[in-house]
């Protein structure tokens, strides 16, 4: 029975390799993401893959890609994604920090964090707690995101800047 599980591993792993010219963690190959999110109670036609650390009050619209190697920490306080979001690999999302604790012995600060509906959330983002992302938002690769972010922006950077606003018609302005 084991043998023909790490077959069964092994032909998918060929297969996605094949098809896609992609090598994942073995987890990825077990586990399936549509069922993962689901399981998590994330919208339809949301995914995250195996490799991604899901801890404490986490919500997920429809229609959301959480990619490989996140965290999506709501273990200090809600955190919630919007529809229609794609959440890049690396990504780390947090409503606590310790610094005050481990400075000072005072307790853990805890707020919300909250991303809206069509965000495009970077490689390797750092998303710090009590940020609110709005609608319609595109973070930067290896930002560090410490502000709000109004709706139809752009910003990166550490520490994160808004660098331009996105008209509803797709055209840019600074």
Not at 19 to 32: A, E
Not at 51 to 70: A, D, H, Q, Y
Not at 105 to 117: D, P, T
Request: charged share 20%.
């Amino acid at each position: 029975m084991l043998q023909k599980l790490i077959d069964n591993i092994f032909s998918k792993r060929e297969k996605i390799k094949k098809d896609f010219n992609r090598v994942m963690p073995i987890g990825d190959y077990i586990s399936d993401r549509w069922e993962k999110a689901k399981y998590l109670g994330f919208g339809e036609n949301s995914s995250i893959y195996d490799s991604s650390l899901v801890l404490g009050n986490v919500k997920v619209g429809k229609n959301c890609w959480i990619g490989p190697f996140t965290i999506l920490d709501g273990s200090g306080g809600e955190l919630t994604i919007g529809d229609n979001c794609n959440i890049s690999a690396g990504v780390q999302i947090y409503t606590h920090d310790t610094v005050d604790r481990v400075i000072y012995g005072n307790e853990v600060i805890k707020a919300n964090v909250s991303i809206g509906n069509n965000c495009y959330i970077g490689p390797n983002v750092v998303i710090s707690k009590g940020v609110k992302i709005g609608d319609y938002v595109v973070i930067g690769a290896n930002s560090f995101v410490n502000i709000d972010i109004p709706n139809y922006s752009k910003a990166f950077g550490v520490p994160a800047e808004i660098k331009w606003l996105i008209s509803e018609n797709n055209t840019t302005a600074n």
